[in-house]
């Protein structure tokens, strides 16, 4: 605990000393994070130290801080900055590089997928290498099938987040190939067909147990291989297994299947083929053909790398270098596109880009920006614990990039009406665009003192409470308020507020949900894709405008 408290007062106070004496929660905890990675499975317990030690250190002076950060023996200037740095891949060439996205067209690719799309993407850059993407798309299970959509959906997440690939290739153009190496395969002996049902063949590999067909000779094997392909035989009376260790410690691993029969329609060849490989044996061959130097992929894809280092050795081909990370997850997301396009079919969404599924099609249109997505993800790092952390540490990087350029307008949700009595004549008062940017000018907010908006939850918590209605004037709540002062006092509360004319809004929260309210009457000056802020509401991405304004809130 104590060397943690020290890590965490050392980043606050070069983070304070850096932004004039006033240190960042979220700043800090990115570098803290940064510097210990095993920190990240502790992050509840350390946001309440760092909100701590920030507010201890903001209220000293910078020189005060200053001494405080020698005392540590830190040097400010000396500080190599550690925060995104990503470590370096082992047997890496500056210029031979190769690298691979391999989705899977199940649906749109989601946060969670983002992670291995950035960490292949930063490392081809880093490394000045070569960027493939292939699309995994050979016929999955029943339940976990392709979606014709899926592949431009695929494509539009990588242009979002301004991935660079080199070329675009698909697994369904390449079983011509595949099909000469699992002939080749079997001439080698490796490789061999079984005609056991499905129940046998799970029985069997559980208990160790060779089955007849093991041992059947290469001629056998390969007519009944040309007997898959021709058409002879239905779907699971056949597959292709690897001859691995029928008593592998890992009963997953024995005598893997490698190819079966699958006679659904393919959305892009359609039954031109009915034998797919697996995926996993699949890159073995293709990882091998296209030249990968380097595969990023999560640690509980342990058993592709079995897979595919166990033929690279039977082939003797060069291996691929492979990397591990662990899972990152959001707290409270539960990211599943076979769930999200069943609640899409079922109408429960409104499609991929609805907020819940947290696709990058749903972010993009709630105003996440794929620089924050980025950085995000670089800070968690290719750490090979499993993390789960808060939406906050996201929507944190977010909010760096868009609040400068977020202009303010005021809005309310579940409004009510009040009226001001004994109040100065007023037809408008003027705000700021943006706090920290005069230059922007100023707007004029109508003000019917007869008929004003505010949201029904301020009312009840400060009725007959003074209160200060943002850039107007401080009045007693009341369903009749009194007028109390031209100015907004500095001690009341500071509640937002809207007038006659307005704009009526609806707002689709995170969870789908929608909210409705009102806005002032500036916001009709607004483009679809504007970001907003609206004052103690949050920021909101500007999706429809037409007499009820749609917007899609960010975050707070």
């Not at 061999?192 to 129940?199: G, Q, R, S």
């Not at 707290?331 to 599943?336: D, N, R």
């Not at 069943?342 to 099609?361: C, H, M, N, V, Y």
């Not at 000018?441 to 949201?455: A, H, N």
Request: proline share 4%; net charge positive; charged share 35%.
């Amino acid at each position: 605990m104590d060397i943690m408290e020290d890590l965490i007062l050392k980043h606050t106070l070069a983070n304070a000393i850096e932004h004039g004496g006033k240190a960042n929660v979220q700043a800090v905890l990115g570098r803290v994070i940064a510097e210990d990675a095993s920190l990240r499975e502790k992050i509840k317990e350390i946001i309440p130290e760092i909100k701590k030690t920030v507010e201890e250190i903001n209220s000293l002076t910078v020189e005060e801080q200053k001494k405080k950060l020698t005392e540590l023996g830190v040097s400010l200037e000396k500080k190599e900055k550690t925060e995104g740095r990503l470590p370096e891949l082992p047997n890496a060439v500056k210029d031979k590089v190769v690298m691979r996205l391999a989705p899977y067209p199940s649906g749109p690719l989601h946060i969670g997928n983002a992670r291995m799309v950035i960490l292949n993407d930063e490392y081809a850059k880093k490394y000045n290498g070569e960027l493939l993407l292939v699309i995994d798309d050979t016929i999955g299970s029943k339940k976990k099938f392709i979606l014709p959509e899926a592949y431009d959906l695929i494509i539009d997440g990588l242009k979002w987040l301004g991935v660079k690939y080199s070329k675009v290739l698909y697994k369904s153009d390449r079983l011509d190939l595949f099909y000469d190496f699992i002939k080749e395969l079997i001439q080698k002996k490796f490789a061999y067909v079984c005609e056991c049902d499905v129940n046998s063949l799970r029985k069997n590999r559980a208990e160790g147990i060779a089955c007849k067909h093991r041992e059947q000779s290469e001629k056998w094997n390969l007519e009944r291989w040309n007997d898959m392909l021709k058409g002879k035989y239905k779907e699971e009376e056949a597959v292709v297994r690897l001859k691995t260790n029928i008593i592998y410690p890992n009963p997953a691993f024995r005598d893997r299947v490698l190819a079966r029969i699958v006679n659904r329609k393919h959305p892009r060849v359609g039954k031109k083929y009915r034998v797919w490989p697996l995926l996993e044996a699949s890159w073995a061959l293709d990882d091998y053909l296209l030249g990968v130097t380097h595969i990023i992929r999560g640690k509980d894809l342990m058993i592709e790398d079995m897979m595919e280092e166990f033929i690279w050795n039977v082939m003797n081909w060069k291996k691929s270098t492979i990397t591990h990370y662990g899972m990152l997850n959001l707290q409270g997301v539960k990211l599943s596109k076979t769930e999200a396009r069943r609640a899409i079919e079922e109408k429960k969404f409104i499609g991929w880009d609805d907020p819940r599924t947290w696709s990058l099609q749903s972010l993009r249109r709630r105003g996440i920006q794929p620089e924050a997505v980025r950085i995000f993800i670089v800070k968690m790092g290719l750490s090979l614990a499993d993390v789960t952390v808060p939406t906050e540490i996201l929507y944190a990087e977010n909010r760096k990039i868009i609040d400068a350029e977020a202009n303010r307008f005021f809005a309310v949700v579940n409004p009510m009406t009040i009226s001001i009595k004994n109040s100065p004549k007023i037809k408008n008062v003027q705000a700021k665009f943006h706090p920290d940017f005069p230059r922007r000018g100023k707007r004029k907010i109508p003000v019917d003192v007869k008929k004003i908006y505010i949201e029904k939850e301020d009312f009840e918590k400060f009725k007959g409470k003074e209160v200060g209605l943002m850039d107007l004037f401080t009045v007693k709540l009341d369903k009749q308020s009194e007028f109390i002062s031209k100015k907004v006092k500095y001690e009341v509360p500071k509640i937002h507020w809207v007038s006659e004319p307005n704009v009526k809004i609806k707002i689709v929260m995170p969870d789908g949900s929608i909210t409705k309210g009102a806005g002032e009457t500036n916001m009709k000056k607004l483009k679809v894709d504007n970001i907003i802020q609206m004052p103690r509401i949050g920021f909101a991405r500007v999706d429809i405008i037409k007499k009820e304004m749609l917007l899609y809130f960010t975050h707070k």
